[in-house]
C-alpha cells in the first residue's frame, strides 16, 4: 500500500513543480522529496551511488526517472 502513497506523491510533486515556479524548494516540497528518496533507499530499489550519479538531474527529471522505477512490478514490497 505504501508504494501506491509514494507513487501518488511523485505525480503530485511533478504536477506542482511544473505547475507553480515558486514551489521549488518550499518546505513542503524539500519534505515530500525526501519521503520519496527515502523510500526507494529504504525498500532497496535505489543507493545513494545511483542518487549520487544523477545530481546534474533536475527535480523534474529525477522524480520522472523515479516514477518509471517505481511501476516495475517488484516480487515483494517491503
Known sequence: MRKNIIK????KEIR?????PNY???EKNVN???TIYSYF???GL???EWFDDRLKYTNVE?????????????????
Open 8 to 11: 501518488n506523491l511523485i505525480k
Open 16 to 20: 506542482n513543480l511544473k505547475s507553480d
Open 24 to 26: 521549488w524548494g518550499s
Open 32 to 34: 515530500n522529496e525526501n
Open 41 to 43: 533507499l529504504e525498500i
Open 46 to 48: 535505489c543507493n545513494q
Open 62 to 78: 529525477l522524480l520522472e526517472v523515479l516514477q518509471n522505477i517505481i511501476d516495475i512490478p517488484l516480487p515483494i514490497e517491503k
